[in-house]
T-cell receptor, first 118, second 108 residues
C-alpha cells in the first residue's frame, strides 16, 4: 500500500511569506508526528497528534509554527512569516499505535518537504 | 535531559571489513534505543530496536547500560550498507530524540 506522502516535496519561500506543508499518513494510522531536520542534524521533534488531538506541541520553535489534523488523517504544518532559520527538511511520520511508547516503536516516515527560505 | 551522541559524522570502511557505528546516550532511566537508516534518495526507516534483540541485514546492536552505549555492528560490510545511520532514544511520554547521524561509506 501507499506509504506516508508529503507535499510539496520542495518549497522556496521569500522571508516573511507564510507556507503550508501537507502530510498524508498511512490510512488508519492513529499517531502522527512532525519533525524538523536542519542540514547536518538529526530529526528534531516538533509536534504529536493522536487522531485529531494534538497531544504535544512542545517542539514547535515559536508561535509562528502551527499544526493541525482536524479529521484525524491529513495534517498540515503552517509556518507564518518564514525566517531563514526555518530552512530545513520537514518530516512527517505516522504510526498505527496510539500513545507515546507504542507509537515510538513503529514510525513510518514520509519523504519530507525541503523548505528553503531566501 | 536526554541526549544522543554519534561521535563520527563519516565512517569509511572497505567492503568485507567490520563496521561499528557508535552511539552514546545520556538518560538516567531505562531508555528504549533504536537505529534508523536512510539510504540514498529513500526515506528514513527503522533498522532495529534494542528491545527486539534482532539482527536486520546482518546488523546487531547491544544496549550497554554501564557505558550508556548502543553501538551498531556488522561483521562484514557490503556496498549496499552505504547510508546515513541515526541512533534514537525514547523514554516514557517523550518524543524520540535522534543523534546527528553517521554517514557510512563502504568502499569496494
Amino acid at each position: 500500500g501507499a506509504g506516508v506522502s508529503q507535499s510539496p516535496r520542495y518549497k522556496v519561500a521569500k522571508r516573511g511569506q507564510d507556507v503550508a506543508l501537507r502530510c498524508d499518513p498511512i490510512s488508519g494510522h492513529v499517531s502522527l508526528f512532525w519533525y524538523q531536520q536542519a542540514l547536518g542534524q538529526g530529526p528534531e521533534f516538533l509536534t504529536y497528534f493522536q487522531n485529531e488531538a494534538q497531544l504535544d506541541k512542545s517542539g514547535l520553535p515559536s508561535d509562528r509554527f502551527f499544526a493541525e489534523r482536524p479529521e484525524g488523517s491529513v495534517s498540515t504544518l503552517k509556518i507564518q512569516r518564514t525566517q531563514q532559520e526555518d530552512s530545513a527538511v520537514y518530516l512527517c511520520a505516522s504510526s498505527p499505535a496510539g500513545g507515546w511508547t507504542a507509537a515510538s516503536y513503529e514510525q513510518y516516515f514520509g519523504p519530507g518537504t525541503r523548505l528553503t527560505v531566501t | 535531559a536526554q541526549r544522543v551522541t554519534q561521535p563520527e559524522k563519516l565512517l569509511s570502511v572497505f567492503k568485507g571489513a567490520p563496521v561499528e557505528l557508535k552511539c552514546n546516550y545520556s538518560y538516567s532511566g531505562s531508555p528504549e534505543l533504536f537505529w534508523y537508516v536512510q539510504y540514498s534518495r529513500q526515506r528514513l526507516q527503522l533498522l532495529l530496536r534494542h528491545i527486539s534483540r534482532e539482527s536486520i541485514k546482518g546488523f546487531t546492536a547491544d544496549l550497554n547500560k554501564g557505558e550508556t552505549s548502543f553501538h551498531l555492528k556488522k561483521p562484514f560490510a557490503q556496498e549496499e550498507d552505504s547510508a546515513m545511520y541515526y541512533c534514537a532514544l525514547h523514554s516514557g511520554n517523550t518524543p524520540l530524540v535522534f543523534g546527528k547521524g553517521t554517514r557510512l561509506s563502504v568502499i569496494a
